[in-house]
């Protein structure tokens, strides 16, 4: 005779709208995120607007929308454009933190909103929105809720992570 033991832990699951998601980085509209590429070049970008949508173009993949201001100094010169870009992102969740980043970033189209044909700007903009994603993707775009107990116990047993249209689901085990 066989005798076996098996334990039971229950499956627990917490899903985020693309709206909860843009309520959080809501937040960080107005604030100025500054970034360098090397020595020869110091940039910022204030964040207009953004918006993320879940599972839509890819199954994987969130679609990042974003208005900002560029500011540029490269030595003695500086430069300032009003910009919209279009980026593809993976989500990630970091157990650590709790929370829930974007990484990845892929550019996949930009455009000023102002005049300006400069060449600087034709030739640093796709560079400075790729570090600039680079850099945002340090930045959580959602942090679990410790004050929520659902939340609280799924910080640190998040076992997968799926994107649907709309949606995004963090499975764990309870």
């Known amino acids: 005779m ?3 033991f098996s334990g039971w832990a229950s499956a627990q699951t917490l899903t985020l709208t693309e709206q909860q998601l843009n309520r959080q980085l809501a937040l960080q509209l107005g604030k100025e995120f500054p970034f360098t590429l090397g020595d020869w070049l110091s940039a910022g970008i204030q964040l207009q607007d953004i918006k993320v949508e879940l599972g ?3 199954p994987d993949k969130a ?8 500011s540029v100094s490269q030595g003695e010169q500086h430069y300032r454009w009003d910009i919209n870009g279009d980026f593809s ?3 990630r969740y970091d ?9 990845e970033f892929e550019l996949l189209n930009y455009r000023l909103n102002q005049n300006d044909s400069s060449p600087q700007g034709s030739f ?3 560079m400075l929105l790729q570090a600039m994603a680079g850099y945002l993707s340090q930045y959580p775009v959602y942090t679990l809720d410790e004050q929520d107990p659902v939340q609280r116990q ?3 047993k998040v076992l997968s992570l799926e994107v649907a249209p709309g949606k995004l689901s963090l499975h764990g085990l309870e």
């Open 95 to 103: 157990d650590e933190q709790g929370a829930l980043f974007l990484d």
């Open 124 to 126: 640093m903009l796709p």
């Open 63 to 70: 679609r990042v929308l974003g208005q900002g201001i560029i």
């Open 154 to 156: 799924l910080k640190n």
């Open 56 to 58: 839509r173009q890819s």
């Open 89 to 91: 992102a993976r989500p």
């Open 2 to 4: 066989v005798f076996g």
